[in-house]
């Protein structure tokens, strides 16, 4: 059912200035001026509106990160009042305020006990570029300056700033100026494109088994600290096998190099725990944190630092030469503390480790396991991708698969749906708030799309 919506403007109108004015992220700029974008209006729930009336069960929460779906009284509410009382000031000149103190000390009550400190930043991008500083002037400190090289994995995301984008593996970002010196890449653990002959356990272990190689070319003595998303997000939801971080951590605590775990995606419940990590059962040094900081209704992120960290950077290292006029932003606070309360207190988090989490993952594979497009099935909790495949029995995959992959995501939006492609993978996160009836409703209209995918390419 399509709402009832006057736009101010005709679509074309608000296209046509689109063009003349923005350059949007990830696309031909070109080629979408020639199309046009669709332009969102409004918000309710899991459901987005486009200037045309037109309705999408929003199947990615935005960008990963609108965790209690769109149209929340209590966080608009938590921003306006926040706004009227203290609508900014900063924590520079020995100041802060009680926002920020009190989403920290709620933050830290959800988290595991070995973490005390946070720094907080506008966005992942920032907290993965806050990290690079402070992992290695953690390292100055103890009287090892030579320790800052940092790995990261060939595919992994980190964000689009220069460093968090040297830090993550994305080759094509790299060609437009990504790359630092000291940062080093391992392969990522995409068992179904990469493993070959070996069983998953083998491959995980394998994989894991680069960075102590890589530890050991480059020399413990160099090497700061590895980063990672717990499962990988915009490189296409893969999960690793269950081998994969036990042997990291292994490595990690033998060469004495920091664990950073990149958390943007995965915090604040999208597996069923509060944190990722928490799913996989490793315990990092440090988070990265945003998304679902704040159900994304206004900008917020952050490093977490683990009490080994947080110790050194504060009884022994004197000034430490980092701040951001926007850092623990009042509003921001405010909202983020709104919205972790409601996680909390309105069971969302338990919600989907036990009842809509499940039942997602298991709709899939009931719908999905025999599908002659689909290759293989993964994910937890209300994260999940589908991996389209040539031929199952081989793990041949497409060589277009990435054509296939838009394809079916273009499908999607004219079934009134957002998922999303990348590589051969269709990838879904819908917000937690998420009933059985509108995931039945996302299973669907994603069966829908890719039906008809597989129907063009000839396989149905």
Not at 72 to 88: H, I, P, S, V
Not at 319 to 340: C, D, W
């Given at each position: ?246 042997e990291i951590q292994r490595i990690c ?129 209300l994260v999940a991708a589908l991996q ?73």
């Amino acid at each position: 059912m399509n709402a009832q919506i006057k736009p101010n403007r005709e679509t074309r109108d608000y296209q046509a200035l689109d063009a003349a004015h923005h350059i949007h992220g990830f696309v031909d700029q070109k080629a979408l001026n020639a199309e046009g974008p669709r332009v969102m209006v409004k918000g309710e729930g899991l459901y987005l509106w486009d200037n045309d009336g037109n309705r999408y069960l929003d199947g990615m929460s935005g960008l990963w990160c609108t965790n209690l779906g769109y149209g929340r009284k209590d966080l608009t509410a938590a921003a306006t009042r926040q706004m009227e009382q203290l609508a900014y000031y900063n924590m520079f000149f020995h100041t802060t305020h009680p926002a920020v103190v009190e989403l920290s000390e709620l933050l830290f009550s959800l988290l595991p006990g070995h973490y005390s400190h946070a720094i907080y930043t506008n966005s992942g991008s920032e907290a993965n570029e806050v990290l690079i500083r402070t992992v290695r002037r953690y390292w100055q400190i103890l009287g090892k300056p030579e320790k800052k090289v940092m790995i990261g994995r060939w595919n992994g995301y980190h964000g689009s700033t220069l460093a968090s984008t040297a830090l993550g593996g994305m080759k094509f970002m790299h060609e437009m100026g990504g790359m630092l010196p000291d940062i080093e890449h391992i392969d990522e653990p995409y068992w179904y494109a990469q493993g070959g002959e070996l069983t998953p356990a083998e491959f995980g272990r394998r994989c894991a088994l680069q960075l102590e190689e890589k530890i050991l070319q480059l020399g413990a003595d160099k090497v700061a600290g590895f980063i990672a998303e717990p499962f990988q997000g915009a490189g296409g939801m893969i999960f690793p096998p269950e081998s994969y971080w036990p042997e990291i951590q292994r490595i990690c605590r033998k060469y004495d190099v920091l664990l950073c775990a990149d958390e943007v995606i995965g915090g604040f419940g999208r597996t069923g725990e509060w944190f990722a990590h928490e799913y996989f059962g490793f315990e990092p040094d440090t988070l990265s944190i945003a998304k679902g900081l704040t159900s994304g209704y206004i900008p917020m992120g952050g490093l977490v630092l683990s009490k080994r960290i947080a110790e050194v950077l504060v009884e022994q290292g004197g000034v430490f030469a980092h701040g951001l006029t926007y850092s623990g932003h009042p509003v921001a606070a405010a909202v983020a503390l709104a919205n972790i309360k409601a996680l909390r207190d309105e069971g969302v988090v338990s919600q989907v480790k036990n009842d809509t989490g499940p039942y997602l993952q298991q709709c899939l594979r009931q719908v999905f396991g025999d599908h002659p497009l689909v290759g293989e099935i993964q994910g937890t909790g209300l994260v999940a991708a589908l991996q389209f495949a040539e031929d199952k029995a081989t793990r041949k995959r497409f060589v277009n698969e990435n054509d296939i992959a838009w394809r079916c995501r273009t499908i999607g939006f004219e079934e009134g749906l957002i998922i999303r492609s990348t590589l051969g993978r269709m990838i879904m996160a819908p917000a937690l708030v998420a009933t059985r009836g509108e995931l039945d409703e996302l299973v669907e209209k994603t069966k829908r799309a890719v039906d008809r995918t597989a129907q063009e390419i000839g396989l149905l």
